[in-house]
């Protein structure tokens, strides 16, 4: 039985590393939502290409319907994303939800770069945070994901912490979020009903050691 993966944002650079992990392999089968279809036909060959708004619930329904898991990568509304993308999945009896958030939403984060972290994200952090919140109320097996700072490094190299630890670290590579994605779509009891942070070891400091 192949894995029936759904992946929302699949245009965004960390998805576009996860769907390089996973388009080769014989046991998932990819399904690539996007609001523009024409940055993803490079994998028309190897992924079903789905053109649509997630904020639109029949586009969004239409999308889930029969998915085994949910991979969201989204920017903008990310509250009503959250809210939608949860009342979807119940609807259609899908329970498997990665969702990519940010460093720094439970002040989780320690020291000098804590407070960088807050002042430079601010209004991000809350948007972010409420979006969690929404995800975490619900009765979905969901793994909440905060990625350090990112880079474009093509390295894969990464540690986690789980919520209720401080965060480690300052940055981490798009190419080992997208790893991690992929490991959580091959192994979905991983990391399950978890919020789960994501860091490049040793790369503690007061900011991003890239800035």
């Given at each position: 039985m192949k894995k029936k993966v759904?992946?929302?944002?699949?245009?965004g650079a960390i998805a576009?590393?996860?769907i390089e992990f996973l388009k080769d392999k014989k046991d998932?089968?990819?399904?690539?939502?996007?609001?523009?279809?024409?940055?993803?036909?490079?994998?028309?060959?190897?992924?079903?290409?789905?053109?649509?708004?997630?904020?639109?619930?029949?586009q969004l329904d239409a999308a889930v319907?029969?998915?085994?898991?949910?991979?969201?990568?989204?920017?903008?509304?990310?509250?009503?994303?959250?809210?939608l993308i949860v009342k979807v999945m119940n609807q259609n009896?899908?329970?498997?939800?990665?969702?990519?958030?940010?460093?720094?939403?439970?002040?989780?984060?320690?020291?000098a770069f804590g407070k960088w972290n807050n002042e430079t994200l601010g209004n991000y952090l809350v948007e972010y945070r409420k979006a969690a919140d929404v995800i975490e109320a619900s009765t979905l097996d969901y793994t909440v994901v905060r990625p350090a700072w990112l880079t474009n490094k093509d390295e894969v190299e990464y540690e986690l912490t789980h919520k209720g630890e401080s965060f480690k670290g300052t940055e981490v590579s798009r190419k080992s979020i997208g790893a991690y994605v992929a490991d959580l779509v091959e192994h979905p009891q991983k990391d399950v009903r978890d919020s789960i942070g994501v860091n490049?070891?040793?790369?503690?400091?007061?900011k991003p050691a890239f800035m």
């Open positions: 759904l992946v929302l944002g699949a245009a576009q590393h996860a998932i089968e990819l399904t690539l939502f996007a609001r523009n279809a024409k940055r993803l036909t490079k994998y028309e060959s190897v992924a079903h290409i789905i053109e649509g708004d997630v904020l639109n619930e029949s319907k029969g998915k085994d898991i949910v991979y969201a990568n989204l920017a903008g509304k990310v509250i009503d994303m959250a809210k009896n899908v329970k498997r939800l990665i969702f990519i958030s940010s460093i720094g939403i439970y002040d989780e984060v320690p020291g490049k070891p040793n790369t503690d400091g007061n």
